[in-house]
């Protein structure tokens, strides 16, 4: 009995962990797809990527954050700036820093503020001010943002479109979330933009799905993901004070993300039908799609360096660029990217 009963129970928690674990999907892997991997040491892990350009990235520094290194596409020797404000006295305490081509975008969404500059002498005025508060904010061209903000009446997670010019007008998509639970953790996510098409793309974390925003239609549309994760695993509690929390460590399907000329680029936490665990405990599983056809493509691995996971990566033309512990990683992509 006792063996029997051990039995049931061991299947119980198979298939408990399958389910939660292993969604029965199978995906298909690109064998070296990036290989040739270089290493840089930048003696912190307080980098985070701000920009790349086909000749170079940005890295933004969380204890330092008006100072930008620049890293040539070749490893070379790196060059710090540091950025200056057109005002000094301002207090901050949420600033990122985005790159895109030559110009600069600093702000800050719980002032709000933007600043914008030139790469030339990394010097930024004032840009936007009190016009929307933001938690995430992505440059577009043409002196658009897409953005993240919370509402006022509930603090639910909503997605909208700035517009700086003459006079600086925003818009809400009060339909792109869908909220699960309570509008906040479940629909939390990342936003990121493509440099080379001009669209925008917002990756939930706890379910298999993103949304993809069109120009021409000015609308954000649903893609899915491969997993099976429909609804997100998530358990919300109210303390007295009426502040919310998560309840439990959640499950989370989609981590860090990146966009680029139509591909989306999905570091995934979950792991697929037949797929082994030691392949897990040495690298990172990257799933690519094209977004505007919703149409998964193909998967790769990013290893692992010094027992340190990848964190966040961006993409260009011929390089796969990666934050692993203190270091810069370049692979350089070998496998047909289409």
Avoid: C
């Avoid at 299947?11 to 389910?19: A, G, P, R, T, Y």
């Avoid at 930008?68 to 700036?81: M, Q």
């Avoid at 709000?112 to 992505?138: C, H, R």
């Amino acid at each position: 009995m006792v063996i029997s009963g051990a039995v049931v129970i061991g299947l119980f928690v198979s298939s408990e962990h399958i389910m939660k674990r292993e969604n029965p999907f199978v995906r298909r892997f690109m064998p070296h797809h990036i290989d040739k991997a270089e290493y840089l040491d930048m003696e912190v892990n307080s980098y985070y990527i701000a920009g790349l350009t086909n000749d170079t990235i940005y890295l933004g520094n969380y204890t330092a954050p008006l100072l930008i290194t620049a890293v040539p596409t070749n490893l070379g020797t790196k060059v710090e700036h540091q950025i200056k404000l057109d005002e000094t006295k301002r207090s901050f305490r949420s600033l990122t820093i985005r790159v895109q081509e030559q110009e600069f975008f600093v702000g800050d969404g719980t002032i709000p503020i933007i600043y914008k500059g030139n790469t030339a002498d990394w010097t930024a005025t004032k840009y936007m001010e009190e016009k929307v508060y933001f938690s995430l904010l992505q440059p577009m061209k043409s002196n658009t943002f897409l953005f993240r903000s919370q509402r006022a009446v509930n603090g639910e997670h909503v997605l909208g479109r700035l517009d700086v010019s003459d006079s600086t007008n925003f818009e809400l998509y009060d339909e792109a979330l869908q909220k699960q639970i309570d509008g906040v953790f479940d629909t939390d996510g990342q936003l990121v933009t493509d440099a080379k098409t001009d669209q925008g793309v917002y990756t939930y974390y706890y379910r298999n799905q993103y949304l993809v925003y069109q120009q021409q239609g000015n609308r954000f549309v649903t893609g899915k993901t491969i997993d099976t994760t429909t609804l997100a695993k998530i358990e919300v509690t109210t303390l007295a004070n009426g502040e919310r929390k998560m309840g439990a460590p959640p499950q989370k399907v989609n981590s860090k993300t990146y966009a680029y000329n139509g591909l989306l680029y999905i570091k995934s936490e979950l792991m697929g039908k037949n797929e082994p665990r030691s392949m897990w405990k040495q690298a990172s599983i990257i799933d690519v799609y094209d977004y505007n056809k919703n149409e998964y493509l193909y998967s790769f691995y990013a290893y692992d360096h010094q027992g340190e996971k990848i964190k966040e990566y961006a993409v260009n033309d011929g390089y796969f660029f990666g934050l692993v512990g203190n270091s810069l990683v370049r692979y350089v992509f070998l496998g047909k990217r289409e």
